[in-house]
């Protein structure tokens, strides 16, 4: 008979396997990792590299997976003018053993434009026939037909101008996309534009791929909008906009082109009827020593990370916590920390059970619980420095993490 030392041992080896996690990291100093994440408790695990590839571009900076083909596109930040040499577009196959040295797998690779910040698939029978990309200062955005091949090009290119500096002329001296992605329907882009104070709406060719422009919508005037989703409330559907110069989320009500009343009116619009800052509701927006990177939703809750408030001590950063009410609007619940400084990205498992915070600066992957009752997040269950560390204020360090399930 076994002993009950050598069946706890066997259960624990058990549930350590049975609760391996894969999930993707990238380092602007040109790495791509995979990384297995294997747990001994619920609060207790362990993560380890597999797979350290430099094959995707010299500043990798973004990650977007196709779920359902397990297809991962990794965007390159690489730009002439800053004289790295030329952008990359990549496209890989991601395993399913993260275990193994060939969990992921190149497909197709091109060399692009550059400064490409973020990267969407789109369009097509099945919303994954065409990819676009957002270049942070050539003021454009690109998209490519997929598969990714070594003699794909750009399909189309627009390129954004503005007459005069925005309010923060520091951060908003011309246009800047930071991301494009699609709506619910799958039928219209949405280009949130940081220097301009935009939300940016392109009608999609489904067929084609061409992005036809729609009206743009205005933020408020130095919000400088970087990333966005949507989320239905009932049946309420709401635009969340993470705003980085002004660190704060507004709150747009959606509108769909009603043609059943002979309405010619073709296009998605949005309404702002909310702004919040992500330091709490008595809190003016602005703070110019911070900037805010990501947001995610899971359940009933919205998360925003804030970069260099150092709100938990040195190189401590936050992630603000709100609370999201029927109507769709925003309640600031918390601050919470980050265990990292710059918390340039982040992401929920599918169960929202925990959190992987990606400090930039401090190179750091932070394993974080989170309680699916509250919202809250902690304690810490991990961490994993993945070097080279990066410098205060650089475009260096932790990009990108991604969770692959």
Same mark, same amino acid.
């Given at each position: 008979m076994a002993s009950v030392k050598s069946v706890a041992l066997l259960g624990l080896s058990l549930l350590s396997q049975a609760s391996a996690v894969k999930l993707l990291a990238l380092n602007f100093a040109g790495q791509f990792y995979s990384l297995n994440l294997a747990f001994q408790s619920s609060t207790k695990a362990s993560l380890k590299v597999v797979q350290n590839i430099t094959a995707c571009g010299v500043t990798p900076t973004w990650l977007h997976l196709d779920e359902e083909t397990?297809?991962?596109? $990794?965007?390159?930040?690489?730009? @002439?003018?800053?004289? @790295? #040499?030329?952008?990359?577009?990549s496209q890989w196959s991601a395993g399913p053993d993260f275990n193994k040295k060939d969990a992921l797998t190149l497909t197709g690779?091109?060399? *692009?434009?550059?400064?490409? &910040?973020? #990267?969407? !698939?789109? #369009?097509? /029978?099945? #919303?994954?026939?065409?990819?676009?990309?957002?270049?942070?200062? /050539?003021?454009t955005i690109t998209t490519y037909r997929l598969p990714i091949t070594s003699s794909t090009k750009a399909l189309q290119k627009l390129e954004f101008t503005m007459a005069a500096p925005g309010p923060? /002329? %520091?951060r908003q001296d011309k246009p800047h996309p930071h991301a494009a992605f699609t709506d619910p329907t799958g039928d219209f882009l949405i280009v949130p534009d940081l220097g301009a104070d935009l939300t940016r709406i392109f009608k999609i060719d489904g067929k084609t791929g061409e992005l036809t422009a729609c009206p743009a919508i205005a933020s408020l005037p130095g919000d400088g909008p970087r990333h966005g989703l949507f989320r239905k409330t009932g049946r309420a559907l709401k635009?969340?906009?993470?705003?980085?110069?002004?660190?704060? &989320?507004?709150?747009?009500? &959606? !509108?769909?082109? %009603?043609?059943?009343?002979?309405?010619?009116?073709? $296009?998605?619009s949005l309404k702002l009827v909310q702004t919040l800052s992500n330091y709490g509701p008595n809190v003016p927006l602005g703070n110019v020593t911070v900037k805010s990177a990501e947001i995610r939703t899971v359940g009933n809750f919205l998360y925003a990370s804030n970069r260099n408030d150092t709100t938990f001590g040195f190189e401590q950063d936050s992630i603000a916590i709100f609370k999201i009410g029927n109507d769709g609007k925003l309640q600031f619940q918390e601050l919470t920390n980050a265990h990292g400084y710059y918390p340039r990205s982040f992401s929920f498992n599918e169960a929202g059970t925990y959190a992987a915070i990606a400090g930039q600066t *401090? +190179?750091?992957? +932070?394993i974080v619980k989170r309680d699916t009752k509250t919202g809250k997040l902690g304690p810490l269950v991990t961490n994993l420095i993945l070097p080279p560390r990066g410098t205060y204020g650089g475009e260096d360090g932790v990009s990108n993490v991604i969770w692959v399930e």
């Open positions: 397990r297809t991962v596109y $990794c965007i390159d930040e690489s730009w @002439l003018n800053e004289g @790295l #040499g030329s952008g990359n577009l690779s091109t060399d *692009t434009e550059g400064n490409s &910040v973020h #990267g969407f !698939t789109y #369009g097509g /029978p099945d #919303g994954r026939s065409f990819i676009i990309t957002s270049e942070y200062s /050539p003021s923060r /002329p %520091d635009y969340y906009s993470l705003n980085e110069v002004s660190s704060s &989320v507004g709150v747009y009500d &959606v !509108t769909y082109p %009603d043609h059943s009343h002979g309405s010619k009116e073709s $296009c998605l *401090t +190179a750091n992957i +932070a």
